[in-house]
């Protein structure tokens, strides 16, 4: 993204108020927001990543005065110890009023009704999509995850416009919805996706058994939550709100910005942010960044949906494998779908990449067939052989969280 004077500006106002806080104080030892004169000296300051930030746990993060804050989110803690963000006033309502945003790109109005499937608590999914809905004067449904049952009759009786979903669930609905014969009482017309990486098929699938047209919305715990950026109804990446943030796209190996449209790293400033402010935080999701004008008139830079995460990609026998590669690839494959997991063994001596994957068919001898296609395709576009095996359909798991598709069990 470009850097103007303004921008320069506010970037060296959001670092100096960061640097009222003990974590940055600490981080930028020695460095004054003053000494910033252009971009090139605001790439060589040191990258924030996530794990800087769990050592400052639990209020370490702090900006302002303890009294300014009205609300507290922590990010996952399955690795570790969470991430506390604290938010003040300003902070949540900047937060509802970009999530407010993102349901106009969708081309959500005052006349929807908005099922809310994300979870509630520390967590800041279901509170962003619901004080946004709110904020745009749509009817919020908050329902929060799980209870299928519930979640199918509430979207029946109430007859819910739009769906707020990670990919996993929301195809977990569909499925639901599809075995129970439904989908004429249903009146889903939108369906907002918690960005992750998801590929081709799933999206189709979904769309075509819930007949509602996605958007990706994008965002994470560490800066707001969900609702700092979106695709529109060109489904074109996603337009980031660059009123609230500064980003920038960098070789994950390097560090080193990566201009014109590369893959790489994103890295996100926040302008704005009074209760924990973040500085080159290391998001981990890899993009690139689009260029021109989106027909859609919307005056937002934008970034490419998300092709993985820097720490998802696997080198295998000297090839690297992107879960999205894996996910366009299958995608190109008949009676396979859009689910699968990749194991990576280390035995005798040698990598050994096992490759699972749902198909609906039965017969054994097609079976063995389909299993020789996929090693095939993989070798011919991948670079490698792997160990294809077929299981039926809904045998792998299904998670109302983000789903892991490659687990590396060689170290
Ligand atoms: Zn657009």
Redesign the pocket.
């Known amino acids: 993204m470009d850097m103007t004077e303004a921008l320069l500006t506010k970037i060296k106002a959001s670092m100096a108020h960061a640097m009222q806080g003990e974590f940055y104080r600490n981080h930028f030892r020695g460095i004054h927001p003053e000494a910033i004169q252009s971009r090139e000296d605001f790439e060589k300051l040191p990258f924030t990543e996530k794990e800087d930030l769990r050592e400052a746990y639990p209020l370490g993060l702090l900006a302002v005065q303890e009294e300014a804050i009205v609300r507290i989110h922590s990010s996952s803690g399955t690795t570790g110890t969470p991430v506390i963000i604290p938010y003040t006033q300003q902070d949540v309502d900047d937060w509802a009023v970009m999530f407010a945003r993102c349901y106009e ?1 969708a081309g959500v109005t005052r006349q929807d009704r908005v099922h809310i499937t994300p979870g509630y608590g520390l967590w800041t999914a279901g509170i962003g999509f619901q004080r946004g809905a709110e904020l745009l004067g749509a009817m919020a449904i908050p329902l929060g995850p799980g209870n299928t049952d519930k979640q199918i009759k509430m979207m029946i009786d109430l007859q819910s416009t739009v769906l707020c979903a990670t990919s996993s669930y929301a195809l977990l609905l569909a499925e639901e919805i599809e075995k129970r014969g439904v989908r004429e009482q249903i009146a889903l017309r939108k369906s907002l996706i918690g960005s992750e990486r998801w590929g081709e098929k799933m999206r189709s699938r979904i769309a075509a058994e819930l007949g509602v047209e996605l958007y990706d919305i994008y965002g994470l715990t560490e800066i707001y939550g969900p609702g700092i950026g979106i ?4 489904a ?1 990446g996603m ?1 980031l709100w660059t009123d609230y943030l500064y980003y920038e796209i960098i070789d994950p190996k390097t560090g080193e910005p990566r201009r014109n449209g590369e893959i790489g790293e994103l890295v996100i400033t926040t302008l704005r942010k009074e209760g924990a402010p973040l500085i080159r935080y290391r998001t981990h999701d890899l993009t690139r960044e689009l260029s021109g004008d ?5 005056d937002f830079p ?1 970034i490419d949906t998300l092709i993985g995460r820097s720490d998802d990609m696997v080198k295998v026998k000297g090839t690297i494998i992107y879960p999205s590669r894996v996910d366009e690839l299958l995608a190109t494959i008949k009676d396979v779908s859009s689910e699968y997991q990749i194991i990576i063994d280390h035995l005798n001596g040698r990598d050994i990449l096992n490759l699972l994957f749902e198909t609906t068919l039965q017969d054994r001898a097609a079976l063995k067939s389909l299993e020789k296609t996929v090693e095939t395709a993989f070798k011919d576009r991948i670079g490698l052989t792997p160990h294809a095996k077929a299981v039926g359909m809904g045998e792998l798991p299904r998670s109302e969280k983000k789903s892991t598709r490659i687990f590396d069990n060689r170290y």
């Not at 989106?294 to 919307?298: A, I």
Request: with cysteine.
């Open positions: 790109t695709s529109c109804k060109h074109c337009h989106c027909p859609c008139g919307l934008r």
